[in-house]
């Protein structure tokens, strides 16, 4: 009995001189810093456009015009049924004028995988006659199918006119007219190197072969005011101008317009854009 008395009071005093020592222990160990972890920055998904299903619907359209209910077996009925599987095909004679184009006029995405596709088929005669085509996409915009028959509707009304931004008269035998012309003329006609009326840093490709035996400049107009003057002004300044030529080849005359950027350099001007987009290379689009 007593040896265990003893003993307890060992552990006791164990006990008291530990507690000094663990203190100890415990101010010479450097505290542990603990940082919180950066906040994950939220990862942007860009998700795909949904496809835009016009294309598939011209060309279900024309095949279906141009077949009819009992020659389910011709290239056209069968190409029409695989694009839309339950769409009847038309009843029609062989009289039935088929149409010389189809082309899509309008694209409405109604949900979020339904459209309505309106396209304009143009015939023989000259008429034109609007249908609008149901198409549903998949959830990828991969594939498509025609969910619907056809309808019949009416035609895009005629919008009004944009003013348009090109005011400024410019004479037909100014310094930019002629620049104009030329360089038009060695585009459209083959008339000497076009790289001469280029500014530089554009590169631009004449049209091969070559359409037009002449190109003249019916009329120049211009959004700047600096096109009209009499003088080329000083370097690096910048005009925008609408050109209507007067093309000519051996089946006629064609009227035609091109906008151009033409810029100053060393008292000439030289073209540094067209709004053909086909200036590339640091050349400026107007």
Known sequence: MRRRVRLGHLGVWAAVAAGPIALAVAVATPATVVRAAPAA?????????????????????????????????????????????DVDLPETSDAQPEPESVVAVRSAQQSGKAWSVTLAAQYADGSVRYFAVPVVADSDGASFTVSGAPGVVAGPGRAEGVQ?????????????????????????????????????????????????????????????????????????????????????????????AYELTLKSRSGRWEVAGMESGTAQAGGARS
């Open 164 to 256: 348009s931004p090109y005011t400024v008269t410019v004479p037909t035998d100014s310094d930019v007219s002629s620049a104009a012309g030329e360089f038009l003329a060695a585009y459209l006609a083959g008339a000497g190197e076009i790289d001469r009326y280029l500014a530089p840093g554009v590169s631009l490709s004449p049209v091969s072969p070559a359409p037009y035996q002449t190109v003249t400049v019916q009329r120049l107009l211009a959004v700047d005011q600096e096109a009209a003057a009499e003088s080329v002004p000083q370097d690096g300044t910048r005009v925008r101008v609408m050109a209507e030529v007067e093309a000519r080849d051996a089946a006629g005359r064609w009227p035609l």
């Open 41 to 85: 920055k939220p990862t942007t998904v860009k998700t795909a456009e949904p496809a835009n299903p016009a294309g598939y619907a011209a060309v279900f359209l024309e095949a279906w015009l141009r077949s009819r209910s009992g020659a389910e077996s011709s290239a056209q009925a069968r190409l029409a049924q695989s694009m839309g599987p």
